[in-house]
């Protein structure tokens, strides 16, 4: 994923076309097989490691490696294409393939196809992590024909498989309520889970999923396949299960409404999907992601992350200099070590009172803030808290300078009204000059105050009714596809001009949660429901596909401003530990023992940070299928470990067993210890403090003094 490897390309073979050709693309555990045969090419293969045993192989069929429309497909297709003479029909032929190492541990092969008589080609390029065993593909497709060819379905990947069952896992939800869990059981037909939203596109679906065969899918066991699209625009998952009960799933842009122009010689190219196999169940789907996650799917993955005060909750657009100064000093004082100014500090002639006006009118409002953006940052740096900022450079509001000098630069149709969402409009991101805009947005912001060590990038509206002053009247169709690739390449830029500064991914809350933006940023914000209950089950739906280190969580004050849930400090800090913790309230408003509870917890979540950040996540019990929940992040080595245990609904009678731990090393022995108490607080872990054997706590388990409603525990394993 990351352009680093991009110039690191050592040649290890090269073959063209010749029948009877296999080509396998090897991870650690995993194989995807592919045969010519008549030229074409067909999967053979996908999942557990072959080795030299094809002939074996259970799943005896060859299915198309991408279906084409036009050659007596009867199924849904990867391409359909009109060529530039109107033939609706493409026929796609093996021509060479090639393998490269792309970087130490990745292998690249591209199997390049052209049609039988249209000057088109499409080549397939696979991208496999060896160790971390998640295959990256994409498309290429590009021709030479005298004239426009319209792409109509242009699939990232297609893949084939034969089982007695096919059971989906998929993530939905709206804005409060994100990465929800729902399993069904596919039949014939189709199951299409997608995103017309353009931009937030993983508002309501995401293009993340699991797939299990023969049986529904568990933790811990069972084949699972998981797979997610790494692209900021609509999306389009297509599984159909044919009448012979074999299952293809298609991914990739979504196509509907989206047909692409494609001139002579321009390459277009497909997102990539990322998916990995494993027998061990959805466990290891999430282990293997999460690992290929911190080394090439997020910024700075390895790196560590800084605990923060974020001032939305606190004071929404009502601040001042005096309020954040204090706010600054109160973060001082807990150890934050960084100080958020979210929306609200900017637009003069229209004042960014609340969110009715000033998107996209990216200077300091002199009223709230008259020293301007530097007096905050030295405010910052005299209490050695660095300093970040929100920002939304892709939207405008009507009330705007910006909308009274660009009218053309928003996404609309002529003759239609235009659509507010939140009050705002969306700046048309196909146009290369408004690309510069929301580059220079930033870039201004960061370049006058070079003390700005983080930014949250958010995105509150998603496209509708998309039309663009940019784009010829035979190209409006391109236009989903423009703006996501528009914003990519200003995500792209603003990374190089500025390689020091730490980006957050928000989007109303988790409506971005997806691979194509991530290795531009840090983290990302999964929901704007802080309530700690509530976001046990967001937080759970997002570690399927992404890791801990990226999860922004932020304790908030009670009643919960969207659930008005009362809930234990403790409860919400030890939610929010589980990832990369932030607070998002005002300090001052808490009582002493308030402050001196959240100063500990602040100390002891540095102390376990990077067993959170860089270890292996084993989910334990589910909040979605019982009354407490809990989970354990590991370290590769398995020398230490952080368990964390829910009670989210005290039921009189309901005794619960036993916890059996996960990924702990069966021959260590550790030392067992209570942490986040809070000063002065007894543990009634039975094991706190003793030396207890690995096996033991995974076969027999242990038992959490979890009894009331909210009641929630932190231990730390340690190898003794
Ligand atoms: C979105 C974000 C919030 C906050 C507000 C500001 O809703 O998700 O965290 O930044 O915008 O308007």
Redo the contacts with the bound molecule.
């Keep these: 994923m990351k352009s680093f490897f991009s110039s690191f390309l050592v040649l290890l073979t090269v073959s063209f076309a010749c029948a009877g050709e296999i080509i396998r693309i090897d991870t650690k555990d995993n194989s995807l097989v592919f045969k010519v045969q008549d030229q074409k090419l067909y999967q053979l293969w996908f999942g557990a490691k072959t080795g030299d045993k094809l002939a074996a192989l259970p799943h005896g069929t060859a299915f198309p490696a991408y279906a084409t429309f036009g050659t007596g497909e009867v199924n849904e297709v990867a391409l359909r294409v009109t060529h530039a003479d109107g033939n609706t029909s493409t026929e796609l032929l093996f021509e060479s393939v090639i393998k490269e190492e792309s970087g130490p541990g990745i292998v690249q092969t591209r199997i390049s196809l052209k049609d039988s008589f249209y000057p088109l080609r499409v080549d397939l390029v696979f991208k496999a992590y060896f160790a971390e065993n998640i295959i990256e593909q994409w498309a290429e497709i590009s021709h030479s024909e005298d004239g426009r060819v319209t792409l109509y379905n242009f699939a990232s990947a297609q893949l084939s498989f034969k089982a007695t069952s096919y059971w989906l896992t998929q993530l939905h939800g709206d804005?409060g309520n994100e990465m929800n869990l729902k399993e069904s059981r596919l039949t014939e037909g189709i199951k299409i889970i997608d995103s017309k939203l353009g931009a937030r596109a993983t508002m309501y679906a995401t293009p993340s999923f699991l797939l299990s065969l023969d049986a529904p899918g568990a933790e811990t066991q069972g084949e699972t396949i998981g797979a997610s699209l790494a692209w900021p625009g609509s999306f389009q998952v297509a599984l159909e299960v044919n009448r012979m009960q074999e299952l293809r799933l298609l991914a990739g842009i979504n196509p509907f409404a989206s047909q692409y122009v494609l001139d002579k010689n321009e390459l277009f190219k497909t997102p990539a999907l990322l998916y990995t196999y494993t027998n061990g169940g959805r466990g290891q789907v999430s282990r293997n992601f999460h690992r290929w996650a911190r080394k090439y799917g997020i910024r700075d993955g390895e790196k560590s992350r800084m605990t923060l005060l974020?001032n939305?909750?606190a004071t929404?657009?009502d601040f001042n200099e005096e309020k954040l100064a204090r706010i600054i000093r109160d973060a001082a004082s807990l150890d934050l070590e960084l100080f958020l100014l979210?929306?609200?500090w900017f637009g003069n002639k229209y004042p960014r009172n609340n969110?009715q006006a000033g998107l996209g009118d990216w200077q300091v409002n002199k009223k709230k803030l008259p020293n301007g953006i530097g007096f905050l940052v030295k405010e910052s740096q005299k209490n050695n808290v660095r300093f970040g900022i929100?920002i939304?450079p892709e939207m405008v509001n009507p009330q705007s300078e910006l909308y009274e000098n660009h009218p053309e630069w928003v996404i609309a149709q002529p003759h239609r009204p235009p659509i507010l969402f939140?009050n705002q409009l969306i700046l048309d991101l196909a146009n290369p000059e408004v690309q510069q805009f929301v580059f220079n947005a930033v870039d201004d912001l960061l370049r006058a105050n070079p003390g700005i060590a983080y930014v949250?990038w958010?995105c509150?509206r998603f496209i509708q009714n998309g039309g663009s002053n940019y784009l010829p009247a035979d190209k409006q169709s391109n236009l989903q596809i423009g703006y996501a690739r528009g914003l990519l390449s200003v995500y792209e830029k603003v990374n190089k001009a500025h390689p020091g500064v730490q980006l957050m991914l928000?989007?109303?809350?988790g409506?971005r949660m997806e691979y194509g933006s991530l290795p531009y940023f840090h983290e990302y914000?999964p929901?704007?429901n802080t309530d700690a209950i509530q976001r046990i089950f967001i937080q759970w739906g997002g570690s399927m596909f992404f890791p801990a280190i990226a999860s922004c969580n932020h304790v908030s004050t009670v009643p919960n401003h969207q659930t008005r849930r009362v809930t234990p400090l403790k409860l919400r800090f030890d939610v929010a530990m589980m990832g990369k913790m932030g607070m998002?309230l005002q300090p001052g408003q808490m009582s002493a023992e308030e402050f001196a509870f959240s100063k500990s917890a602040i100390a002891t979540y540095k102390e376990i940070r990077e067993v959170i950040f860089r270890g292996d996540l084993y989910r334990l019990e589910s909040p979605c299928e019982s009354n407490r929940a809990s989970l354990m992040y590991v370290t590769e080595d398995k020398t230490r470990a952080i368990f964390f245990g829910f009670l989210l609904h005290r039921k009189v009678g309901e005794f619960l067993p036993g916890v059996k731990l996960q990924g702990l090393d069966p021959e260590k022995s550790y030392l067992v210890k209570e942490i986040n108490m809070g000063p002065g607080k007894n543990s009634y872990l039975s094991t706190h403090g003793k030396v207890v054997n690995g096996s033991l706590m995974m076969t027999s388990g242990i038992s959490l003094p979890l009894n009331n409603e909210y009641d929630s525990i932190v231990i730390e394993l340690t190898a003794h």
């Design positions: 804005w974020n939305w909750e929404y657009f979210d929306d609200g969110d929100w939304e939140r949250k958010d509150n928000c989007s109303g809350g409506g914000w929901s704007d998002d």
